[in-house]
């Protein structure tokens, strides 16, 4: 009898696990040291928290300051071939406008590649 709840237990476990990890967003830290744009978006120098959502490498970025959300965007998510040092962001000045393309995450083997384009760009170069 005992056998038979722990395996009950175990399951619901299992299923409380699977499904937390099912509704989880990612997450990371972006500091920009002047004024940036994402989609659009003017972002003052400053900390901002970025989450992501999605299935797959196209997932739904949202940059949050403190609780307020100050953009919103389609990001891929991109391999990198060894994991960044620290938290980057690479910014793309060629339109004349500071624009964040990419963001990476220290200790990890996969960016945030922002915008069409350069999403597209980005995504081929790094395989």
Known sequence: MKLNNLAKFAVLGLAVL??????ASN?????VQEAVQVNGHQL???????????????VQLTVMQGKKEVAKT????????????YDTAIVDNSSG??????VRF???????????????????SSK
């Open 44 to 58: 003052p120098a400053g900390d901002y928290q970025l989450r992501w959502d999605g299935s797959g490498s196209d």
């Open 97 to 102: 406008t500071a624009s964040v393309s990419q």
């Open 27 to 31: 997450k990371g830290t972006l500091h």
């Open 106 to 124: 220290a200790g990890k083997k996969y960016a945030l590649a922002i915008g069409g384009e350069a999403s597209a760009m980005t995504a081929s």
């Open 18 to 23: 699977l499904a937390t990890g099912a509704f």
């Open 74 to 85: 389609t990001a891929k998510v991109i391999d990198l071939e060894k994991a960044s040092p």
